[in-house]
């Protein structure tokens, strides 16, 4: 039996659902049943009637859908798909940084460890992260972890101080500047679109700046013909089954070997060996669902 109908049929027979993140392999893709960014993602989460969630993404995306779903099976494919940039942020590091700057509120982007978003007052994702920075009350911000989105933010927001982490993300930093100028300069009519968590000077040139899932809503809204993708490589997978009518030109260096760890194989395994699972203690679920909660209300900003 070839392997995808055997993991359709372990799926059926452990009544699990496959959520994918956008940068998951084509075959992973193909198999899902929701593909999206984080944030669609962690709402999907809490949506489903399933009893098993078998999460392809990294860690972090992993823990938040237990955190919102405590009573379901958990299963992450292959637990060395880790995200470094979460791995970046300590829970001691941030509670000092808390200490130093006890008037101020911490927003976390999603792609956090469960452990520190404990600390949180509220997530966030790429999507959205502008719009809840603008929407707090407070003026003074910690932003953690990723550097370079947080100073996307602060292009929209002046008035407030925000205080930010050095972490990145390792792979939309290896997308250059000099890499979309040399595109561009081949495609002249390609419209660049790239992630927030890329570098001020790449976002510079960008007509758009997008989380994974605003830029597959993009697709429908620009007329753009040729688009030069700012992300991680295998978005494009998505792009041309969705919107086959453009041409979308890769920049060779965007990839995250991370996310590309989930195999089909991996998949099969962890539905009939009902692992590898996401355990978290009922504490880190307790005091995690709250900024994850109050960012899924928040909702989608791009
Ligand atoms: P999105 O939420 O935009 O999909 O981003 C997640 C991520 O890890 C990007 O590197
Ligand atoms: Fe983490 Fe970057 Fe990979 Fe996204 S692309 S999962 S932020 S390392």
Redesign the pocket.
């Known amino acids: 039996m070839p392997i995808q109908s055997e993991i359709r049929k372990w799926k059926k027979k452990r009544n699990a659902v496959i959520l994918a993140?956008?940068?998951q392999r084509p075959e992973v893709q193909d198999i899902a049943d929701e593909l999206?960014?984080?944030?669609?993602?962690a709402i999907k989460a809490t949506q489903t009637d399933a009893d098993v969630i078998v999460f392809c993404?990294?860690d972090f995306?992993a823990e938040s859908a237990k955190v919102v779903n405590p009573d379901k099976t958990i299963l992450h494919p292959n637990l060395s798909a880790k995200?470094p940039?979460a791995a970046m942020l300590d829970l001691e590091g941030l509670k000092e940084l808390k200490e130093e700057n006890l008037d101020a509120y911490v927003i976390g982007y999603?792609?956090t460890s469960a452990e520190s978003k404990t600390i949180m007052d509220i997530c966030c994702?790429?999507?959205n992260a502008v719009k809840i920075v603008k929407d707090v009350k407070s003026n003074k911000i910690i932003f953690v972890p990723d550097s370079n989105l947080g100073l996307y933010v602060k292009r929209f927001v002046k008035d407030k101080e925000i205080i930010l982490w050095p972490g990145y993300?390792p792979?939309?930093v290896e997308i250059r500047k000099e890499d979309l100028l040399e595109l561009k300069g081949k495609h002249p009519d390609a419209e660049i679109i790239v992630?927030?968590?890329c570098t001020p000077d790449v976002i510079d040139l960008a007509d758009f700046v997008?989380?994974?899932?605003?830029?597959i809503r993009h697709l429908g809204e620009t007329h753009a013909k040729k688009i030069i993708v700012g992300?991680?490589k295998n978005m494009i997978y998505r792009m041309k089954k969705e919107v086959p009518s453009k041409n979308y030109i890769e920049v060779p260096a965007a990839i995250?070997p991370n996310?590309r760890e989930i195999s089909l194989q991996d998949i099969l395994a962890c539905l009939q060996n009902m692992g590898p699972k996401i355990e978290l203690s009922a504490e880190v679920i307790e005091k995690a669902r709250i900024p994850l909660e109050r960012m899924i209300e928040a909702g989608r900003g791009d």
């Open positions: 993140h956008n940068y999206g960014d984080s944030l669609a993602l993404g990294v995306m995200c940039m999603v792609n994702t790429s999507s993300c792979t939309h992630h927030p968590e997008l989380s994974t899932e605003g830029m992300t991680e995250c996310m």
